[in-house]
């Protein structure tokens, strides 16, 4: 069996990676996706995990910049802002880059403790892919839904702090 080509980290796409990964703490705190959305490129592909239980929910892969930007300020500016997401873990491939986190807060009225991974894939300073992977747990009293406590001690150190006085003006 072959063995995967594993490549060292593109710095520069690792600086992009953590750009848009601080846009998008910035969005998931104050409902501002602008610093995000600036980082895509024309032609980017985005796979999110948005509840099928929502009413118009996007499905499998959204392509384009436009796509994104008309479902980041409408549906996410709406729903998404009042949480914290911390960058607790990060790996690279070549322009590959991984960002493993956590989020606590609120979203869209519901108090939430959960992991998210974020694949981003950086090709000409601009983000050409996204994948996010989410630990949604079921909405129940048992899921540890609702506890922001929950799972706080799977990290032991945050790589990527959320600090609004940071956030680009």
Known sequence: MARPEIAPPDEAAVEVAVAAFAGIQRGAATGDWDDFLALLAEEVRIMIPVPSTEVGAPEGVLRGKDVARQMFNSRHREKVRGAVLEGKRLAANGPLV????????????????????????????????????????????????????FARDAFDTTALPYDPAAAPA
Not at 101 to 108: A, H, Y
Not at 131 to 149: L, R
């Open 98 to 149: 991984v960002v493993e986190s956590r989020v606590e807060g609120t979203l869209d009225t519901e108090v939430v403790a959960n992991h998210f991974v974020f694949v981003f894939e950086v090709a000409d300073g601009e983000i050409v892919s996204m994948y996010e992977y989410a630990s949604w747990t079921a909405k129940g009293p048992q899921s540890g839904w609702g506890d922001p406590t």
